[in-house]
């Protein structure tokens, strides 16, 4: 007799931009990293040229739209390491009582809880301990800025050997909502100030902070009672 086996529904959190405003945090460092660059970065250049793009692409496009030449490769890789810097000292913070008890809310009902973080795995990794292996942390290697590409949410579903139907993307912005739902993940986002002018549309739900009033709409999203 063949063996049952066992559905898996799972939830992959963006953290960097969903558990905090991690857009605000990317948008205060790389105005920096561009000032370093003699180039002053506007919320209009952000929007035109960033958002949603590959670092070194929209870094080259934006260049190109203000007339400067420079090495988009090397100040993608320097706005990529300094954002990294910037979420190692907020991960302590942002893994609160609110984000915990979002967690447990979906713990409790059996979903696989997939934390995916440009951060330090080991620092989230250590915050989420209490919750042992009902959440796994994922280390994602995207260059995407402000959110993670249709590809992007496809490696995490292999890596987590998750189904995309079977998996709820819960992102912060409406170009990682878009990007879920071409990847076949349902959608839910964390929607802040600055992510605010973005299409949302297509997403089970939208709400201004990441803790337990979310859930139902995801349990809703995964055919869970």
Known sequence: MAEEKTIVRAVIVEFDFAAFNGAETLFETAKKVFAAHGVEL????????????????????????????????????ELDDAFKAELAAKVPAAVDAQFKGFVKALVDKGVKVIVDTRSPVEAVSSALSEFGEAVTVYAEPSLTYGSLKWDAWKRACRANQVHEALTVAVTGSGFGVRAALVAGLPAVAVQCKRTAYQDF???????????????????????IA
Do not use: F, W
């Not at 919320?43 to 030449?69: C, F, R, V």
């Open 201 to 223: 549309g297509g997403a089970d739900a939208v709400v201004e902070k990441l803790d337990a009033k979310l859930v139902p709409a995801i349990l809703r999203a995964l055919h």
């Open 42 to 77: 506007t919320d209009k250049l952000e929007a035109l040229h960033l958002a949603g793009g590959s670092y070194q692409g929209a870094i080259a496009e934006l260049y190109s739209s203000i007339g400067k030449k420079g090495d988009a490769a090397k100040l993608a890789k």
